[in-house]
T-cell receptor, first 113, second 114 residues
């Protein structure tokens, strides 16, 4: 069946360093790949997304790369700050609808001061 | 600002009880979702609705039903709660026509079934 694998499950980095979270997906028909951030006590919130016709997208300290051939995509956060501490989820669209997503298991990012 | 509200942040119910979780969005979104969030499993889709009175089963619909009588409201019903339904439940909404697939989430309801 369709699935999205996300690694690592926990990532601890020093403040100011970079963090990378990786996801692989199984459905070659997926063409939309968002990343969501979930802070404690809140619902997930979209931070960046990418569509299959683009290889890379950047928004300030956050970037996402997509390799459609290998069916994997990654989230890069540079110059990490304490407020980056959260759980991050990747997702991939289902074959028949970009409105429905298959979600990764989540990565808990810890920024050490 | 899009706002998705859920009726309760915490809920404790007994096995066998009928449980209603309510979700309301104020942005006139067509699509609404109910997810279940468990550690290590990410978000799993229970039901999806793309219009009033329309619904589609997600990946784990067993033991759940939904109701969407009004566009802004999407209810999740546990017909007979069981301990394996203890979880965090998240509601989300999105627009079909805004040119974006972004889903907006409520804060979640943590349900404990004893």
């Amino acid at each position: 069946g369709e699935n999205v694998e996300q690694h690592p499950s926990t990532l601890s980095v020093q403040e100011g360093d970079s963090a990378v979270i990786k996801c692989t997906y199984s459905d070659s028909a997926s063409n939309y790949f968002p990343w969501y951030k979930q802070e404690l006590g809140k619902g997930p919130q979209l931070i960046i997304d990418i569509r299959s016709n683009v290889g890379e997208k950047k928004d300030q300290r956050i970037a996402v790369t997509l390799n459609k051939t290998a069916k994997h995509f990654s989230l890069h956060i540079t110059e990490t700050q304490p407020e980056d501490s959260a759980v991050y989820f990747c997702a991939a669209s289902r074959e028949y609808s970009n409105y429905q997503l298959i979600w990764g298991a989540g990565t808990k990012l810890i920024i050490k001061p | 600002d899009v706002k998705v509200t859920q009726s309760s942040r915490y809920l404790v119910k007994r096995t066998g009880e009928k449980v209603f979780l309510e979700c309301v969005q104020d942005m006139d979104h067509e699509n609404m979702f109910w997810y279940r969030q468990d550690p290590g499993l990410g978000l799993r889709l229970i039901y999806f609705s793309y219009d009033v009175k329309m619904k589609e089963k997600g990946d784990i619909p067993e033991g759940y039903s939904v109701s969407r009588e009004k566009k802004e409201r999407f209810s999740l019903i546990l017909e007979s709660a069981s301990t394996n339904q203890t979880s965090m439940y998240l509601c989300a909404s999105s627009s079909t026509f805004a040119g974006t697939y972004e889903q907006y989430f409520g804060p979640g309801t943590r349900l404990t079934v004893t």
